[in-house]
C-alpha cells in the first residue's frame, strides 16, 4: 500500500531524514547507472584505456560529499567517478570525457583516471596510487595560509596505505593542524592482492591513530551511517578540531578495471559482498521509512535514462580538435610542433 | 645597484616577491634557520613561520603539497634542499606538477617554483653533487631554470614566482657566495627563455649555463681562439635564436656542461643547431661534460670529472684547426 510522503510510518525517521536519505538513494543510483553505461561502452571499445569502477561503493561517496559544500574540496583515486558525479560534476561531461570527446570536463585529455572538475571543488582524480594524499594536504595548507573556510576530504583506498605519501600525508595534517577528513574506502583488496597480506600490523587506522589522529570506522555500505559520521567528523573540522581519519569498509563488486574478470576473489565472497549492495539496503530502509516502491523504480529508472542519453551524446560528440595536443601544457615554451624530425 | 652575494640576491628576490603577493610562500626543511643554503636567512623572522614553513623531512610531500597549494591558488617556493633529494619526489614533480593543467584541460595551473640547487661542491660525493637538468628538460610542463650570476638569481627568481607554470630552478652550490652587482629594483625581472650574451667573440660560440659560465668565461680570457660566451639561463625554453645568432657569425659551436656529457642537455643544443644550421658550420658541433660516472668522494677522484678552463681552449683551439 502506498504512503504519502510527508507522513512517516516508522517510529524513526523524520521527514528530513526521508528526503536525505532519498537524496543519497538518488545519487547512489544515478552513480551505479554511470559506471553500468562506461561498462559497457567501455566494452563497446568506445571507452578506451582502463577505467575503474566503483560499483558497489557509491555509499561511501553519496555519504560523505552530501556534507560538503560545493567550495570545500576532495582528492580521489583511479576509481572516481562516483566521487565526482557525488560532490556534483555533470554526467554528460564526465561521460564526453570518458568517451574522449569535445566537450569532455577535461577536454578529453585526461580521461577516467584524471577526471577533475574544478568548478565542483573536485581536485581530480589520479592514476598513481596515494598520489592524492599530498595534493589534498597541500589544497589544505593553502586554505589556511590564504585563511579559507574550506574544507578538504581526501578519498583513498586501503591499497595506498604502504606508499611513503600516505604516512607523510597523514603526518602533515596533524602538525600543521589542516581541515582534512582522510576517507579510507576498505575494500579489502590493493588492486588483486588482499591488503591483509601485504601490510603489517592492525592497518590504516592504527597508523593514523599512532599519530595522533582521531579515526573512526563504520560500514561504508549503510549510507546512513556514512552520512551521520562523516557529518559528524566535517562539522568538528569545521570547527576547528582535526585532521581525522574515517574508514568506510565497502566492497568492489566488480573487478579492479572494467577488463578485470577478477580470478583472485572466491565467488562465495563476491556473492556475498552483492547481498550487501548499499542500493537495495538503502531502498529497503526507503521502504521502510514508508516510501513508494514505484518512486523509487522512478528514481532508479531516471538514473539509466539520464546515463544512457549521456553515453548515446558522447558516441556522437566529435573528437577535441587536434590542437589541444599542444595547449594547456605551459606557458612559456609551449612546444614548438618539433617532433618527428621535424 | 647593490653588491651581493647570490645566495642574498635570492632572499632579496623571495621577500619582495611575497611582500608584494600574499599567496607567495615557501616551504621546505630548516627554512626558519635560514635554510641550509642561508639562502632563506631572516625571512621567517619577517612573514613569519606560517608563509616560510619549517617542514619534516618528507620530500614527496613536500613537493605533493605544493603541487595541491598551487592548484588550489597559492604560489609555493618550494625549497627542496639539494636536487639529488628531490628525487624523492620526482612522481610529485613528473606525473602531478608538469601534468596536471594539461590532464585536467586546462581547468587550473601550477604555479610552484621548485628550487633544488645542484652541482659539485665541497667533497660532496656522488648522492649531493649531480647536476640532473637535462632529466626535467626533457619533461613537457616544466620549466627549467640555471641562474649563473646573483642578478640572475634575482630576476630569474623572480620571474620564476610570478611564472603560472611549474617552475624547476636549479641553483649552483658552488656559487652561493659569489658576489656581483644586483639592480635594486623592485620590478627588476630576468625573462625566462632569453639567453645571456656573456662575452662576445668571433671563433667559436661556446654555450654554457650555471657555474660553467664562469668557466668558459674564464677560458675566454686566456690565448687562443676568440670565444663568444652565450649563458643560457633558461634550459627549457632555451634561446635557440640567440645561439642561432652567434653561430651565423662564429660557425664553431661548442657546448660545456658540468653534468654528464652523455645525454645531457648538451647534447639538445648541439643536435638541434646541427639539423638547423650543419651545412653552414665550419667545424663539427661539439660537447664537453663530465664521464658517465657517480661522482668520487676523494677530490682527486672527484676532480677528474671537471670541464676544466684547459679544456674549453683545447677543444676550441681543436675546432679552429
Known sequence: MDTKRGEPVAEHGSNADVARLLAHYSTMTRIRAFEMAAEAAHKDGLVGGAIHLSIGQEAVASGVCANLDRADQITTTHRGHGHSLAKGAAASAMMLELFGRAGGVCG????????????????????VVGAGMPIAVGAA??????????????????GAVNRGPFLEALNWAKIYDLDILFVC??????STTRTDSVTAGPGAAARAEAMGIEAAEIDGNDVEAVDAKAGELIERLRGGEGPFFLTARTYRLMGHTAADPGAYRTREEVAAAWQGDPIPRAAARLTELGVAESELSAIGEQ???????????????????????????????????????? | MSRLSYAEASTQAVAEEMARDPRVWALGEDLGRGGVFGQYKGL??????????????SEATIMGAGVGAALTGTRPIVEMRFSDFALCAVDELVNQAAKARFMFGGQAKVPLVARQPIGMWRSSAAQHSQSLEAWYAHVPGLVVVCPATPADNKGLLKAAIRADDPVV???????????DEVPEDEDFIVPLGQARMAREGADVTVVAWSKMVHIALAAAEGDGPSLEVIDLRTLWPWDEEAVARSLAKTGRLLVAQEAVRAVGFGAEVVATMAERMGRELKAPVRRLGAPRAPIGYAK??????????????????EMCS
Open chain 1, 108 to 127: 578529453g585529455k585526461g580521461g577516467s583516471m584524471h577526471i577533475a572538475d574544478f568548478s565542483v571543488g573536485m581536485l581530480g582524480a589520479n592514476g
Open chain 1, 141 to 158: 595548507h593553502g586554505a589556511k595560509i590564504m585563511g579559507a573556510d574550506r574544507i578538504v576530504v581526501c578519498f583513498f583506498g586501503d
Open chain 1, 185 to 190: 574506502e576498505h575494500n579489502d583488496y590493493a
Open chain 1, 303 to 342: 538514473a539509466s535514462a539520464e546515463m544512457a542519453e549521456a553515453a548515446a551524446r558522447a558516441a556522437e560528440a566529435p573528437a577535441p580538435d587536434l590542437a589541444q595536443a599542444f595547449s594547456d601544457i605551459q606557458d612559456i615554451g609551449a612546444p614548438s610542433h618539433r617532433g618527428v624530425g621535424a
Open chain 2, 44 to 57: 621567517q623572522e619577517r612573514f613569519g613561520a606560517d608563509r616560510i614553513v619549517d617542514t619534516p623531512i
Open chain 2, 169 to 179: 630552478y636549479m641553483e649552483h652550490k658552488d656559487l652561493w657566495p659569489f658576489e
Open chain 2, 300 to 317: 682527486p677522484l672527484e676532480d677528474l670529472l671537471r670541464v676544466t678552463a684547459e679544456d674549453i681552449r683545447a677543444a676550441a683551439a
